[in-house]
């Protein structure tokens, strides 16, 4: 709710900041019409609902950021998070002269704060007022757009967009800084005109000496209550800290090497931060991404708390079963527990999209195709190797087109040979017969491949297919970013039997009987075979297919 609560502070302050740097762009134009775009600014924020949706998104903002700093157990920030940080903190004294100059002049002295008063006290004040008021729309403008960067990275929409999106972020404030800075030259040329100043600050009502003596007290003031209120969070930590570890020790043992002991009250991220340990974090703990999730084990597993209902959200989105949790929203009680982060420290916004439900590891009954060019080594001699490389992928973009039409996931490349799965998330018999679809579909696309390429082959391309099914382990499997999901287990072995089998009995498909008898196929007109599996005991029954072609279409 914090979050939430600060994310739509900062749209509120947002919405405010792109109305006002649009109307400083009409300084293009003129120093009328921009002083007549003010009337419409006014319209909208200077009114009771506008000035309570603006000082509440202010001070709400301010207040929430400092809250999030005191939460954190560790100031090991990414550069990102440093310079947002650094910027949000410029803003105030920034911000604070122009706030005071404008809005609490006209309040305490009825200073009219329109763009002749606020340009004419720059061309008096010199070059140190003009760089801080043209650099606080730069500063406030990068803040927000690093927060909206990485609030919006892991929307799927944000992609398609971010191009006109970053355009919007360049022309915004350098069409602002062009027109104010206009508008400054103007009003500058107007100055040499004698008179003009004084007859500026009269129709402005500028106050004496003493009460402008008195507006910039007040912004140093609110200046040095700022400062004092952003180094007593500072300084609140360590007094939690200390207060914390009487409650006892974390322990997290991360692999056979890597152990961390703290006090108890930080998150498995602060932690892995705290010692130094790579731990992929993509919205930087703020439990949006999914991208720290790790599987907790140990002797003391059940005394964690139960996922809040933000975590649980997050969790479900990926799929994560029961022993899955968000590194940055798990807050472990004294104890010890076994930690595996599921993705690598590099990791990206991609990886915080929805996945497979199996991602995480299990087992289920799927369906496993092995195909392979024949003699495909005899074709290839005496071809230059791009012709290898193109034919190679004339080939696999026909049988992966094959595959997926028929509902299966291409699992791998391996040499000029590829592995599929079909039946993620489905029943056994729709997977047995995508994979006996997906087996003719593969034969037409080979014919077809073979005429498209007749004046380039000696000899055309025969392919042979192993088909078999039953329950396999399946995750993502792999290290960094070679991850992926896959099968393994004797599903998997026997499949690429099958496939080596298709020499022997010189067809083009070899399938087990358990698979057709799941799929509800009747192949007994064509020659059965049992077969020794090695590795495995018993035998079994399979069914070769001379010409994959000739089968029905599965419907």
């Not at 600050?201 to 007290?217: K, M, T, W």
């Not at 005394?303 to 209902?309: F, G, Q, R, V």
């Not at 087109?401 to 509902?407: F, K, P, T, Y």
């Not at 995750?475 to 099958?498: C, P």
Request: proline letters at 5%; hydrophobic letters at 45%; one cysteine or more.
């Amino acid at each position: 709710m914090v979050g939430r609560l600060r994310l739509w502070s900062g749209y509120a302050l947002f919405f405010y900041v792109v109305t006002h740097l649009l109307n400083h762009t009409l300084g293009l134009i003129s120093l009328r019409i921009l002083e007549a775009g003010r009337h419409w600014f006014v319209l909208i924020w200077h009114n009771p609902i506008g000035q309570t949706v603006l000082y509440g998104a202010l001070f709400g903002h301010f207040f929430l950021a400092l809250w999030s700093l005191y939460q954190r157990r560790a100031l090991k920030l990414s550069p990102w998070e440093w310079t947002q940080w650094i910027l949000g903190m410029l803003i105030i004294p920034l911000g604070a002269t122009h706030v005071v100059g404008t809005r609490l002049a006209h309040e305490l002295y009825g200073v009219e704060p329109g763009y002749p008063w606020v340009l004419g006290s720059l061309v008096v004040g010199g070059w140190t007022g003009i760089f801080q008021q043209f650099a606080l729309p730069l500063v406030v403008w990068l803040h927000a757009c690093i927060g909206l960067h990485f609030a919006w990275r892991l929307r799927p929409w944000y992609r398609t967009w971010l191009p006109l999106l970053y355009a919007i972020a360049l022309l915004v404030p350098v069409g602002s800084i062009a027109g104010a800075a206009i508008a400054l030259r103007d009003v500058a040329d107007l100055a040499q005109q004698p008179g003009f100043l004084q007859n500026l600050f009269e129709r402005a009502h500028v106050p004496s000496q003493d009460g402008i003596a008195n507006l910039y007290d007040i912004s140093r003031k609110l200046q040095i209550g700022a400062l004092v209120v952003l180094v007593g969070a500072l300084s609140a930590r360590p007094l939690r800290d200390l207060w914390e570890r009487r409650a006892g020790v974390v322990r997290l043992d991360y692999d056979e090497r890597r152990s961390v002991a703290q006090p108890t009250g930080l998150t498995i991220l602060e932690m892995s931060r705290i010692a130094g340990i790579p731990h992929a974090s993509v919205c930087g703990g703020r439990g949006r991404c999914s991208t720290c999730r790790v599987r907790v084990g140990g002797q003391d597993r059940a005394k964690l708390p139960e996922a809040s209902p933000e975590e649980q959200k997050v969790l479900a989105r990926v799929g994560a079963p029961a022993n899955v949790r968000l590194a940055c929203q798990l807050r472990p009680p004294p104890g010890h527990y076994r930690v595996t982060p599921l993705l690598p420290a590099s990791a990206g916004p991609v990886e915080a999209y929805r996945r497979q439900p199996q991602a995480h590891g299990g087992e289920h009954y799927v369906a496993i195709l092995f195909a392979d060019i024949r003699g495909f080594t005899s074709i290839s001699e005496g071809k230059l190797p791009y012709d290898v490389v193109f034919l190679l992928n004339r080939y696999f973009r026909a049988t992966g087109q094959a595959i997926e039409a028929a509902g299966g996931r291409l699992d791998k490349f391996i040499g000029d040979g590829v592995m599929a799965i079909f039946g993620l998330g489905k029943e056994p018999q729709v997977a047995c017969r995508e994979a006996l679809d997906a087996a003719r579909r593969m034969g037409e696309a080979l014919a077809d491949l073979n005429e498209a390429l007749s004046g380039d082959l000696d000899q055309p391309l025969r392919i042979g297919i192993g088909l078999h099914s039953g329950a396999t382990i399946v995750g993502e499997m792999g290290y960094a970013r070679a991850t992926h999901l896959t099968a393994i287990g004797d599903t998997v072995n026997i499949a690429s039997r099958l496939e080596a089998l298709t020499k022997e009995f010189a067809a083009e498909l070899v399938v087990s009987q358990e698979l057709l008898d799941r799929a509800g196929v009747d192949l007994g007109a064509l020659e059965s075979h049992d077969v020794e599996i090695r590795g495995r005991q018993g035998r079994l029954t399979v069914r070769a297919v001379k010409k994959v072609i000739e089968l029905t279409a599965m419907s």
